[in-house]
């Protein structure tokens, strides 16, 4: 999908600046949106976090119909709707992470497309596609958030950690 193109072109460099590259740049055969890691030379985690922001504003302001039906449109140019094993993008919203908004898969079919009918065929599943992705985890609890006791204690100062988080980023078909 196109949020995993940005990621991708990130993860290859593309975007910094000539005095920021060192070494050899990766060869094209990986899948390097897969294999990103919070500590990788090419990819500061600040544009990592500005292409998420960009793909939720995407998400938002997109034109392409609300549609949760489970069929295949090959009219549209996104993947996630031409895909035997459609799916559809939601906003997983944690305030306390940075993003706080990253976009998430939803398959829209409990089986597959018949690729000769193009009807749902439940004798196969759709899947989601997981990928771990790095967010900054918020450690402390915020004031008026649930679970938080007010304390006598000094105000709670924010610290982020760099975690790994498991989310859906499009679906497949299993047989």
């Known amino acids: 999908a196109l949020w995993v193109m940005q990621i991708a072109s990130i993860s290859l460099g593309k975007g910094l600046s000539k005095g920021r590259r060192r070494g050899l740049a990766r060869p ?7 294999a990103w890691t ?28 609300g ?6 449109n090959l009219r549209l140019w ?16 944690d305030a306390t992470r940075i993003p706080a908004d990253i976009p998430e898969a939803r ?6 497309i018949n690729p000769f009918t193009m009807q ?7 899947i989601p596609i997981y990928s771990r992705l790095p967010v900054r985890r918020l450690l402390c609890q915020v004031p008026g958030e649930v679970g938080h006791k007010p ?6 100062h924010k ?4 975690v790994m988080e498991t989310i859906a980023v499009g679906c497949t078909c299993i047989f």
């Open 120 to 126: 749902e065929d439940r004798t196969m599943a759709s």
């Open 28 to 34: 094209p055969t990986a899948a390097p949106a897969l």
């Open 67 to 72: 549609d949760t039906k489970c069929q295949v």
């Open 38 to 65: 919070p500590d990788d030379p090419y990819t500061p985690m600040e544009d990592y976090e500005r292409s998420i922001q960009d793909m939720v504003r995407q998400l938002r302001n997109s034109s392409e119909p």
């Open 107 to 112: 398959c829209l079919c409990t089986g597959c």
């Open 78 to 93: 996104r993947s996630n709707r031409r895909s035997l094993s459609p799916w559809a993008y939601s906003i997983n919203h």
């Open 159 to 162: 610290k982020y950690q760099t």
């Open 151 to 156: 304390s006598g204690r000094k105000k709670c």
